[in-house]
């Protein structure tokens, strides 16, 4: 649309004639609740109250889905996206597959793996998801699979994302894993250092890291990578695992 505009006013001889359309307003209101949500959501949720009854649409709906994840409350958070999700489609709206796909993050969140199944493949389905977000949505729903115990259907989900999220280290770290768990240690290895390249400064990166060492008998590279999960995310469950899996070396250590 970018192009076909700019195409238009470069032909046209006449330049107070426009072509361009007016900004949706709802948009510049749409991006202060967002603001909002990340700094004070409980205002933000009630904004998007306000904003609901005086037409916000699914503008309204997802700032209240925002806000509702910013607090943790992840089943509410996909109640508004779900609901978003159904304005828009209703709309004819292309954001309806981006709320879908928001609504089953959330209800993977929230623990509920068929809910977020069902959001993840309306998503999906739609065919309007693109790049980062198409690439997210896949990992979200290999992230499903796992849980519904289809590493096989996972695995070709990831090697979509990849193509898609290749520059987060979520899809990397996700990747290494599975290979892990399917016996893939020369794959694992590989995606986790992609995953290092990307964020060495994350916990669970880390932690699976020293994972991968451990299944492929490198107790020095285990230990250095729980360490340094152990080390940048003590209270945090990834590091609090990688303290658990370096205590097996503690009796060890005693003895000598």
Known sequence: MI??????????PAPAVTTVKAADP????Y??????AASDPAAARAEALRWGVDGGTWFARQCAGLAYTQ?????AAAAEFEAAAKA??????????NY????GNARLAAGDVPAARSALDTALVAGTLEGLALGEAQLDHARVLVAAGDPAGARRDIDLALTNAADDPLAWLLSATLARRQGDIT??????GEALKRSADD????LEAGNIAASAGDEAGARTAWAAAARLAPDAPAGRSATAALAQFAPAAAGR
């Open 3 to 12: 192009l076909i505009l700019a195409a238009l006013q470069a032909a046209s």
């Open 26 to 29: 709802r948009e510049a209101r």
């Open 31 to 36: 991006d202060r609740c967002v603001v909002l």
């Open 71 to 75: 607090q943790g409350d992840f089943a």
């Open 88 to 97: 828009a489609a209703a709309a004819r709206d292309r954001r309806a597959a």
């Open 100 to 103: 879908w796909a928001q609504a």
């Open 187 to 192: 794959r694992a290895k590989t995606d986790i």
């Open 203 to 206: 916990a669970s990166v880390q």
